[in-house]
């Protein structure tokens, strides 16, 4: 497989495709075609062009979706195939790349004037177009996507926002066109819109199209301040600025120069380099040459055996501490609070106490959750430990730590007694109750999972002995939509195969959403805790299905609660509603994952005394993985 795109492309210069359009009109195709309709009716023809600048060289190729969003497609009279053309253009190039080569799905800007004076395209309507876009890519298997040739920094900022809600285990590359000197056409300079893509979520920034080599080469000096910060830089120039020769467009720049001044940015920061208008698959097989970019290694699954470790220790994954602590034969019951925003753990502490008391069988802490701070759940989760006995599982995420803190995390984490952690990526700090906090993400949720699962056989990150295993219980984050399941169970089952023996779900509202879940899960070998939020109100029920990604609340639901008034009356259906979902999927789940709605702990108690008062034992999984052991 693939190593991850944001670990490798922090010690490594990658080397990206060059034009499609250009290049495709070069090839004979009719000027005034639209390209991106072409991955529907002519897909061969865009396969043949990725496999070329695969054979050029390319290590990432974009798929042809440049501008396959409802505005640009509706000239064509196609835009209600968004979602079927970007999928499409997604699958040929995931196709063409096999296994070395990462796929990023290209998202160009919508074409409308984003100060949007006319008031029949709203701003809305702009971030549903991404929205489709980005879901039809995710679906088709991309491994990044690019967000390419904005000049506003508002639209780019937008699309960014919509691409870490829509396909948040996707790294984003931001890239704008600055013709003036290293500044937008509106006037803003490029480390200010490098540091607002970063702040937004993408994960590297840079530079594409634009005038000319030598303007791009003194943007990237603008940037270059950021590659300092540990961020990497992306640039894909123009080929010369272009001239008017008979009926064709002719650029200028030949490949020896663009790979010399490509040198040049590498030198500044620039870790994905690549070709834009004009540039063809000889500018890449240049730039490989010159530049002498290694092909990328394709990581095998087995992790090397350190030479003061035994080798059969390393064999099969562990199930570790949490889910070899569970007691046969009955329903396991996860129960989550929050670590408390101030220094006063006392209420939390209190209420592990009493969920201990009924039955659960673990504390589930969040980390910072939505970037706004709270006390350290490590921490608070050893005082879990101490005073009640229960297992605790911290929530880790790629947001906070570098690669080095978060080993030493997890190493102490161990030494504390935790032995149960849930690998997340994070949610994006751009919404942060703290100034000037930005993310790190060195690794996101499959990295830490890959990380977890070596600490577990022995060894750190470097193949180094840690001279005893951990005993980690991994866990996976999995968002189940029943709209469009395919992409996130395709990530659970790569997220298993890297380690993960535990999944816990997004909130989900219906037993038909749960039974569905748990058939499409059932060939893969994890226990599966289909998360349970009890709602408090209509009001709190509204925010979770129109504010919160991934989070649908039946509209039935929500009618029902809409019908009284007083907020009691609404939390009082609200809960003999989950008093009933949980008894309905009770016989065929895994375990319970009961989420506290506002730290209020008392409103979940009453579930888990349910549940053990009842004697559900579940799908007996959980005893089979027991059995194992």
């Known amino acids: ?342 220094l006063d753990a006392e209420p939390v502490l209190a209420g592990a106490e009493q969920l201990a008391k009924v039955g659960v069988d673990a504390i589930s802490l969040g980390e910072n959750p939505l970037a706004i701070l709270r006390a350290g759940n490590l921490g608070v989760a050893s005082l879990i430990r101490q005073r009640t006995g229960l297992q605790t599982i911290i929530h880790q995420t790629g947001r906070d730590l570098n690669g080095l803190g978060l080993q030493s995390r997890m190493m102490e984490a161990h030494l504390l007694g935790i032995e149960a952690v849930l690998a997340v990526s994070g949610d994006s700090a751009a919404g942060t109750d703290q100034p000037g906090v930005s993310g790190i993400f060195d690794l996101r949720s499959s990295g830490l999972i890959r990380m977890l699962d070596s600490m577990n056989r022995g060894m750190n990150m470097a193949g180094r002995s840690l001279k005893e295993q951990t005993n980690f219980s991994i866990g996976a984050a999995f968002s189940f939509p029943p709209t469009s399941p395919d992409l996130q169970i395709r990530r659970l089952e790569k997220k298993a195969a890297l380690g993960a023996r535990y999944a816990m779900t997004q909130p989900l509202f219906s037993v038909d959403a749960v039974e569905q879940m748990m058939e499409r899960v059932e060939n893969i070998d994890i226990l599966i805790f289909p998360g349970i939020f009890p709602l408090i109100s209509s009001r709190n029920a509204e925010f979770l299905h129109n504010e919160v990604p991934g989070i649908y609340v039946p509209e039935e639901l929500r009618k029902q609660l809409a019908r009284f008034d007083e907020v009691a009356d609404q939390r009082k259906v609200a809960l003999e509603y989950t008093s009933e979902l949980v008894e309905g999927i009770s016989s065929f789940i895994d375990g319970l994952y009961l989420i506290s709605p506002l730290n209020k702990w008392d409103i979940i108690l009453d579930f888990v005394v349910q549940a053990r008062q009842a004697g559900w034992k579940g799908s007996g999984r959980a005893d089979k993985l027991a059995s194992t052991r």
């Not at 359009?21 to 309709?37: A, I, M, P, Q």
């Not at 505005?71 to 209600?80: H, N, P, S």
């Open 1 to 342: 497989m693939k190593p991850d795109f944001i670990e490798y492309i922090q010690n490594h210069v990658v080397l990206g495709d060059g034009a499609l359009g250009s290049y495709l009109f070069e090839r004979g195709v009719e000027r005034g075609r639209n390209l991106d309709l072409m991955n529907i009716q002519s897909p061969d023809t865009i396969l043949n062009a990725h496999e070329e600048y695969i054979r050029a060289g390319s290590q990432l190729i974009e798929t042809n979706t440049f501008g396959a969003n409802r505005f640009k497609l509706r000239e064509a009279g196609v835009e209600e195939q968004v979602w079927e053309i970007n999928r499409a253009g997604a699958e040929i190039a995931v196709k063409a790349a096999g296994h070395q080569v990462y796929v990023a799905g290209s998202v160009g800007p919508s074409g409308i004037n984003f100060s949007n004076d006319d008031q029949e395209i709203t701003s809305d309507d702009i971030r549903e177009s991404f929205s489709d876009q980005i879901r039809g890519l995710a679906e088709g298997g991309v491994d990044v996507l690019i967000i390419e040739t904005f000049s506003s920094l508002d639209e780019v900022l937008l699309a960014i926002e919509v691409a870490r809600s829509e396909a948040p285990e996707l790294p984003v590359i931001g890239q704008m066109v600055f013709p003036a000197h290293g500044m937008t056409v509106q006037g803003d300079e490029a480390l200010v819109c490098g540091r607002a893509m970063i702040q937004a979520g993408a994960s590297v920034v840079g530079t594409n199209c634009g005038r000319g080599i030598d303007r791009m080469v003194a943007t990237i000096s603008n940037l270059s301040g950021l590659a300092g910060e540990g961020v990497p830089l992306s640039a894909f120039p123009n080929a010369g600025m272009p001239e008017l020769v008979g009926h064709r467009m002719i650029y200028p720049a030949q490949p020896g120069y663009m790979a010399t001044r490509a040198r040049e940015m590498i030198r500044k920061g620039v870790h994905l380099i690549g070709g834009c208008c004009g540039t063809a698959p000889a500018h890449i097989q240049e730039f490989r040459s010159a530049l002498k970019i290694k092909p990328v290694r394709v990581q095998v699954q087995e992790v090397p055996v350190a030479e003061d470790v035994q080798e059969e220790s390393f064999a099969e994954p562990q199930n570790g501490g949490f889910l070899e602590s569970l007691q046969p034969g009955r329903l396991p019951i996860i129960a989550e609070l929050d670590p408390p925003t101030h």
